[in-house]
């Protein structure tokens, strides 16, 4: 497993090298106080894991792993900080862990065990790759799907009971990470009895690696030290979201992608309990995402796609006023009169037939004041 270690602070580095020095297999390639030249050298070297500092100047442990998320065949990460308060953010990067200072050899251990599972399942995509296995594509935005292909082209897979379904959308969402069986348990039988979760769980299993066999894949689905993992070749439209999700500036064509391609919430179709932070999380930051490129180029950019941003965070929060105000103001703005009183009935219309309630005095006073302008 080879190795680098990025820090400020030299002391941490000597520290954590001794450390990893008294674990077998580990190969230290690089020590770096210097955090923009550690990211420069990966261009050059073969790194399975990086372990960061979350707080150094200059390019900063955050910005580190966000920016390896655009390289092919990037490292795992795992952060080692003093400070507990960054733990959200650095799974939203993928970090593989996190370790808080002062380390001990036992956790440190256990995060050296992680790597090794990640590198085992990468080697057998690796190899399914290069068997000419096909990608699995995963559409789960909106209404979950699984297809054997890169593209919707061929019919999707069939689940034989809802729990299988159920089990291969949670492995997928733990992002290649294994999960520890009593965890599944928890999720997904909470209901039930250990005994009879157990038996449950083992018949789910056997059901899904014969659907992941039809596909054509022997290993698609590992169990090791009471973990389960997918290990299949995937591509997903919630993976193609994120990415775009991360772009500071995002082009025309990336800005029209990322309106159709959020064709509804995360497994909307599917009331799963375990799912609902993560498809508020998702939903929020989609949203926040739209509002900020609106805010940044209301002023200077009309266009078709800017119109679609304001009618798409309506549709997906059609009570929220701001909304309503935005876009009831894009279109008087742009002399699009038919536009404002659309959006005044239509928004009228939701608030009556599903609350039983007016629009605000506001929105009617804005209303009333652009229907004086014309």
Same mark, same amino acid.
């Given at each position: 497993?080879?190795?680098?270690?990025?820090?400020?602070?030299?002391?941490?580095?000597?520290?954590?090298?001794?450390?990893?020095?008294?674990?077998?297999?580990?190969?230290?390639?690089?020590?770096?106080?210097? %955090?923009?030249?550690?990211?420069?050298?990966?261009?050059?070297?073969?790194?399975?894991?990086?372990?960061?500092?979350?707080?150094? &100047?200059?390019?900063?442990?955050?910005?580190?792993?966000?920016?390896?998320? #655009?390289?092919?065949?990037?490292?795992?990460?795992?952060?080692?900080?003093?400070?507990?308060?960054?733990?959200?953010?650095?799974?939203?990067?993928?970090?593989?862990?996190?370790?808080?200072?002062?380390?001990?050899?036992?956790?440190?251990?256990? %995060?050296?065990?992680?790597?090794?599972?990640?590198?085992?399942?990468?080697?057998?995509?690796?190899?399914?790759?290069?068997?000419?296995?096909?990608?699995?594509?995963?559409? %789960?935005?909106?209404?979950?799907?699984?297809?054997?292909?890169?593209?919707? %082209?061929?019919?999707?897979?069939?689940?034989?009971?809802?729990?299988?379904?159920?089990?291969?959308?949670?492995?997928?969402?733990?992002?290649?990470?294994?999960?520890?069986?009593?965890?599944?348990?928890?999720?997904?039988?909470?209901?039930?009895?250990?005994?009879?979760? +157990?038996?449950?769980? #083992?018949?789910?299993?056997?059901?899904?690696?014969?659907?992941?066999?039809?596909? &054509?894949?022997?290993?698609?689905?590992?169990?090791?030290?009471?973990?389960?993992?997918?290990?299949?070749?995937?591509?997903?439209?919630?993976?193609?979201?994120? +990415?775009?999700?991360?772009?500071?500036?995002?082009?025309?064509?990336?800005?029209?992608?990322?309106?159709?391609?959020?064709?509804?919430?995360?497994?909307? #179709?599917?009331?799963?309990?375990?799912?609902?932070?993560?498809?508020? #999380?998702?939903?929020?930051?989609?949203?926040?995402?739209?509002?900020?490129?609106?805010?940044?180029?209301?002023?200077?950019?009309?266009?078709?796609?800017?119109?679609?941003?304001?009618?798409?965070?309506?549709?997906?929060?059609?009570?929220?006023?701001?909304?309503?105000?935005?876009?009831?103001?894009?279109?008087?703005?742009? &002399?699009?009169?038919?536009?404002?009183?659309?959006?005044?009935?239509?928004?009228?219309?939701?608030?009556?037939?599903?609350?039983?309630?007016?629009?605000?005095?506001?929105?009617?006073?804005?209303?009333?004041?652009?229907?004086?302008?014309?």
């Amino acid at each position: 497993m080879r190795v680098f270690l990025v820090d400020d602070e030299e002391l941490a580095l000597d520290v954590l090298e001794r450390m990893l020095n008294r674990i077998e297999n580990v190969q230290i390639v690089g020590k770096y106080m210097d %955090s923009q030249k550690a990211f420069d050298d990966l261009r050059t070297e073969s790194i399975d894991v990086v372990f960061l500092d979350l707080e150094m &100047g200059g390019l900063n442990g955050l910005e580190f792993a966000r920016r390896l998320l #655009h390289k092919e065949e990037a490292p795992e990460v795992i952060f080692v900080t003093a400070y507990a308060q960054y733990a959200v953010e650095a799974f939203e990067v993928d970090a593989l862990d996190y370790l808080l200072k002062p380390i001990t050899i036992s956790r440190l251990e256990k %995060s050296i065990q992680k790597v090794e599972e990640k590198l085992k399942i990468k080697k057998i995509a690796r190899t399914q790759i290069a068997e000419g296995k096909t990608n699995i594509y995963i559409h %789960s935005l909106k209404e979950f799907q699984v297809f054997k292909g890169d593209k919707m %082209s061929a019919p999707p897979m069939r689940w034989r009971t809802k729990k299988v379904k159920e089990m291969f959308c949670y492995l997928w969402l733990n992002n290649e990470k294994p999960v520890n069986k009593y965890r599944i348990l928890e999720e997904l039988w909470a209901d039930a009895p250990l005994d009879k979760s +157990t038996v449950l769980l #083992h018949t789910t299993v056997y059901q899904l690696r014969k659907a992941i066999k039809e596909l &054509g894949y022997e290993e698609g689905l590992q169990y090791m030290n009471d973990q389960y993992i997918l290990t299949l070749p995937m591509k997903s439209d919630l993976e193609e979201l994120r +990415t775009l999700l991360r772009e500071p500036e995002p082009t025309p064509e990336q800005m029209s992608r990322l309106l159709t391609i959020y064709e509804g919430d995360l497994l909307e #179709h599917d009331e799963y309990d375990w799912c609902i932070y993560d498809r508020q #999380h998702l939903r929020n930051a989609y949203l926040n995402y739209l509002e900020k490129y609106i805010d940044k180029n209301l002023n200077t950019l009309k266009s078709e796609i800017m119109e679609s941003c304001l009618q798409k965070l309506l549709r997906l929060d059609v009570y929220n006023e701001k909304y309503v105000f935005l876009l009831m103001e894009y279109y008087a703005d742009n &002399g699009n009169g038919k536009g404002v009183i659309k959006v005044y009935q239509y928004y009228s219309k939701v608030l009556r037939e599903e609350l039983g309630l007016k629009p605000s005095s506001k929105v009617i006073e804005i209303y009333n004041r652009f229907l004086k302008r014309e």
